[in-house]
């Protein structure tokens, strides 16, 4: 990971540390998809001794869940990803966890299977050793602010002109992240924001993901796939890349993922 990134997280870490007082910080690191938020978590839990960190990607609801919230709901609830697919409960459990953690405890940290769509059993879940020092949380929409009435009643993409368009998923979405997203949001007590150059190069990105899962080269339909999952996001990528966020230090990135500019946001 670009040490201009490394640094600027160091940066947040300290911010948090600060506003935390005498308390273990949390830090969120947002961006979009394939922006490197996970890879940058890693390797700054791997150079600093105590970081714990996991991802909004290991709190996502069972399948099930979800086939229940799209018959219930919404159709495109099926999909995992946007607010209203995640088990919030599990993601602050956790970082209670964690905050309470002492000098000899094991806390289990949450992850989820993408391949098989569902949680990871409680058996095979990674375990943190011991009291951190920090714990990092990084996530696509960690921060978003959301959106006026007049905003939701616009399509951003076909997916929401073609399959919402009573705006029921794109309502229902809003009213998640208004409520209990914003609430989860307030734990973080600092947030780095990794900028992307344009919406249109993070379906660049997320195929070089899949590439990396499937082990091979994506072919048409693979990206024609890829590219109606990204629209699942793209209102609020959009929606955070105008400023629609909260953030103490965005990165700027180009399109190969190198830091071009460090801005810290004012209080």
Known sequence: MNADALSALDQVVAIARER???????????????????????AYAAAHRGAA?????????????????????????AT????GTHNLLQLNETLDELLEAAVGAQSFLPAFDKVTDNPVHATRRPVFRGKPSVILLDGWCLGAAPQTPEQLAIPVNDLETKEDAGSVWRREINENLAGA?????????????????????IQDWRCEQEEGLLGRALNDADRQRVSRFIAHFERITRHMMAGGRRADIEVQLDARRNVTEVRHIAA
Not at 80 to 83: A, I, K, Q, S, V
Not at 181 to 200: G, N
């Open 181 to 201: 997203y914003q609430h989860t949001f307030t734990r973080l007590d600092a947030i780095l924001y990794l900028r992307a150059p344009s919406f249109e190069i």
């Open 53 to 77: 960190h996991f991802s909004i990607d290991d709190v996502y609801l069972p399948a099930s869940y979800r086939r229940l919230l799209a018959q219930s709901v919404h159709p495109l609830f």
């Open 80 to 83: 995992r990803g946007p607010p």
């Open 20 to 42: 935390a007082g005498g308390r273990v910080p949390v830090v969120g690191v947002a961006g979009p998809q394939g922006s490197g938020k996970t890879t940058l978590v890693a």
